[in-house]
């Protein structure tokens, strides 16, 4: 499939011996002029002229912004605590993936152009001057983060790389070194609602699809309205949830529980995505404009209440600074969450017992959960501390009869990122991505040959498409991966549904 | 920007090797792209890029997975209306090497 080897898996995690420079080659491509110029990004496919003032001048600006970042860039004692954390460092060996040598990329500079000793004595405190290579390693290697921050977790400062990350790839972009893949996404949210660029007809015509589907399926007509002028709820999901596989069959889960919980809802299609790429590449400004879509059309629609999909990132942004972002969110309803995770919505429906539920539809498969890192180290799905990881598993126990968690030391606010996360979910990316899925990859085989899953259910785009993409190359098949409201959906049983089944099942028996 | 050259014409290509002009598209190129990743197009082959184009014209954008394996069940057989199907015609991937060779843009996002 391509030419690196996938890393071997162990029965116990092994922490790898290091091989400097093992990644130095991998690097996305860099955006040319014509995505650069959509985000107000100066260059075409390189570094700008002047680029080196423009660096140090940008970094200023940040460090005066942003008191995280200069308290990142001072703080750190060198303990060693995170340099086994990072999963792109447990999957490739490469020492520039230990999160502390990821951030003294930056801290570097920024010890000789801000601190009395890198200004005197730079090669006492390890500081080195802004050139080329120094940019372009940069380059390379904060694309080799996905922020996931587990090595935060670990660190006992709470230093959190994935900040660094963004501040570094902000600075790059406005040197002329922006992603080709965040970079082309973004400006198809402002000019046609969503990441993938999927045109209203389109969506139309796909969510008829799925009305078609489900009522084949059931014998009862579920809607999948959209831009439904005042109905109470306005559900934001990942585009991905329309387009591709296992993504859609949790989609159809969404819409069942909405049906059987007899509440109106619809779909927008100016704000028909979920994802925020804006904190993927570290800007306030990106972020802000991609929330205000939702605000939009919240009001445009006369919505009462936000739901969000099944999304990391989107419900880091959403749940830690949509009211910051797009707010005052005064004119919605104020007795529910806003926004509320899909999953709350869920759980609640499941807890008053409006949802008929017949578990045994799942017994085909043994479920584990992986916690997307988003969800797991940024929000809550709830109102408790720690809801982020019973609500997902509490909703499957629900559903399903048969689940066992992975090992400790890999789930909840430990859990390992799929790999593809923060930007990096591109094909340019895919020997990366294949080798920081590893000890993901590891903790589910584990539970495989221990408890005899079959299935690993997650609430991610990302890591679904990630997922699929990355299992076969350790031998297990993409279909492993499921939705967790595709488990919802498939356990429903819908008010009339069957009726039909049950009338020829009479039939049958009459003759 | 790169270029494919096939039979004295040059195709411009972005960094990945799909078309940056969809009106360039002709089956010489879509057979030169499948040759280069020794994929041997048959006539099932054509039929999910001829559908691929129909939809692209009608809709501005590559069909969903699902609406792509309807489509497909419908018109060749409900055995072939799936993603395995589709796999086995396409190893990386319907939505990605079908579309290349069809001279559609890649589909983007969390994807």
């Not at chain 1, 750190?76 to 060996?93: E, I």
């Not at chain 1, 109470?232 to 989609?251: K, N, R, Y």
């Not at chain 1, 409201?485 to 009339?496: E, F, K, M, S, T």
Request: charged share 25%.
């Amino acid at each position: 499939m391509a030419d690196f080897e996938t890393p071997q898996t162990h029965e116990f995690p092994v922490i790898p011996t290091v091989m400097e420079g093992a990644m130095a080659h991998s690097s996305p491509f860099v955006a040319s002029a014509e995505f650069q110029s959509e985000m107000g990004f100066p260059g075409d496919g390189g570094l700008i002229e002047g680029w080196k003032d423009r660096f140090l001048d940008l970094l200023d600006d940040k460090l005066g912004k942003y008191r995280s970042l200069q308290v990142f860039m001072d703080t750190c004692v060198k303990c060693g605590a995170c340099t086994d954390k990072c999963h792109y460092f447990l999957g490739t060996s490469d020492p520039k993936n230990m999160p502390v040598a990821r951030q003294d990329l930056l801290r570097k500079v920024y010890r000789r152009y801000h601190t009395f000793a890198g200004k005197y004595f730079p090669k006492l405190v390890g500081a080195i001057d802004l050139t080329e290579d120094v940019v372009n390693d940069m380059y390379s290697y904060y694309h080799q983060c996905s922020e996931c921050r587990r090595c935060a977790v670990f660190c006992p400062f709470g230093i959190d790389t994935a900040e660094v990350t963004m501040a570094a790839r902000d600075i790059l972009a406005q040197v002329g070194l922006g992603q080709k893949y965040s970079n082309q996404i973004i400006p198809k949210v402002h000019k046609i609602g969503n990441n993938l660029g999927l045109p209203e007809k389109a969506l139309a015509d796909t969510l008829e699809g799925l009305e078609e589907d489900v009522e084949d399926d059931t014998g009862v007509k579920v809607r999948f309205p959209l831009d439904e002028k005042g109905a109470d709820i306005l559900l934001v999901t990942p585009s991905a949830d329309f387009f591709a596989e296992p993504h859609v069959d949790g989609l159809m889960g969404y819409g069942k529980v909405f049906h059987a919980a007899g509440v109106s809802w619809t779909l927008s299609s100016k704000a028909s995505e979920a994802a925020n790429f804006g904190l993927f590449i570290g800007s306030y400004e990106q972020m802000r404009q991609v929330s205000l879509r939702i605000r939009d059309a919240a009001k445009e629609l006369g919505v009462k209440r936000i739901v969000f999909g099944e999304c990391g990132h989107a419900w880091r942004v959403a749940y830690n600074h949509l009211n910051t972002l797009a707010g005052p969110w005064d004119f919605l309803d104020q007795s529910y969450p806003i926004p509320q995770h899909i999953l709350e919505f869920t759980k609640d429906c499941l807890d008053r017992g409006i949802l008929n539920i017949d578990k045994s539809q799942n017994d085909d498969m043994t479920l584990t959960f992986h916690d997307s890192c988003n969800i797991a180290r940024a929000s809550r799905i709830g109102a408790e501390p720690g809801s982020q990881f019973t609500t997902p598993r509490e909703v499957i126990k629900a559903v399903c009869n048969n689940f066992y968690d992975m090992s400790a030391d890999t789930i909840h606010d430990a859990t390992f990122c799929c790999g593809g996360g923060g930007g990096l979910l591109t094909d340019d990316l895919m020997e990366l991505r294949v080798k920081g899925a590893l000890p993901r990859m590891e903790s589910l085989k584990n539970v495989i040959a221990d408890k005899g899953v079959t299935h690993m259910a997650a609430i991610c785009a990302i890591c679904k498409s990630q997922f699929t993409k990355v299992l076969p190359y350790y031998g297990m098949t993409m279909d492993q991966i499921v939705s967790v409201h595709q488990l919802v959906g498939n356990a429903i049983i819908l008010d009339g549904q069957g009726d039909d089944a049950d009338e020829s099942d009479d039939a049958d028996e009459a003759a | 920007m790169a270029a494919i050259e096939v039979n004295g014409k040059s195709y411009e290509v972005d960094e990945e090797g799909y078309l940056s002009d969809l009106n360039q598209w002709d089956k010489d190129v879509a057979e030169a792209m499948a040759n280069a990743e020794d994929c041997k197009l048959t006539d099932e082959h054509w039929d999910i890029i001829n559908f691929l184009r129909e939809y692209y014209e009608e809709y501005q954008i590559a069909p969903a997975v699902r609406v792509l394996t309807k489509a497909v069940g419908k018109k060749l057989g409900k055995d072939k209306g799936n993603s395995k199907y589709l796999y086995e015609l396409f190893p990386y991937g319907p939505g990605k090497q079908a579309c290349k060779y069809a001279g559609l843009p890649k589909p983007t996002g969390c994807v």
